[in-house]
């Protein structure tokens, strides 16, 4: 996964507390979030699990995207996150490279 505009939700666990971000570096700010680099919210509330990212062609894109998802009612948050991870899979080994390769 190259370096791309990326808006993204963690989650603290199923329908948990959900946090919602912008990045350039989806692989280096989440693991920045699931190794408690980042002090604030994601820290304090244990939220670290990657449930929902989408990409985008610039970083004005995905800034207002985030902006907008970051209006909506949690439900649309929730439903969002489930109509392509129902089971809110941590999303983490879909975009860490295989190390194996």
């Not at 280096?28 to 985008?56: A, C, D, M, P």
């Not at 995905?62 to 999303?91: S, Y």
Request: hydrophobic share 35%.
């Amino acid at each position: 996964m190259r370096k791309e505009p990326t808006v993204y939700i963690l989650a603290s666990k199923r329908n948990g507390t959900l946090y919602v971000g912008v990045t350039s570096d989806l692989i280096k700010r989440v693991w920045q979030h699931k190794n408690s680099i980042l002090e604030g919210f994601t820290q304090k509330y244990s939220v670290h699990r990657l449930v929902y990212f989408e990409q985008h062609s610039s970083m004005k894109s995905a800034i207002l995207r985030e902006k907008q998802i970051k209006k909506w009612q949690r439900q649309w948050k929730i439903n969002l996150i489930q109509k392509d991870n129902p089971t809110w899979r941590d999303l983490w080994d879909d975009i860490v490279p295989d190390s194996d390769l």
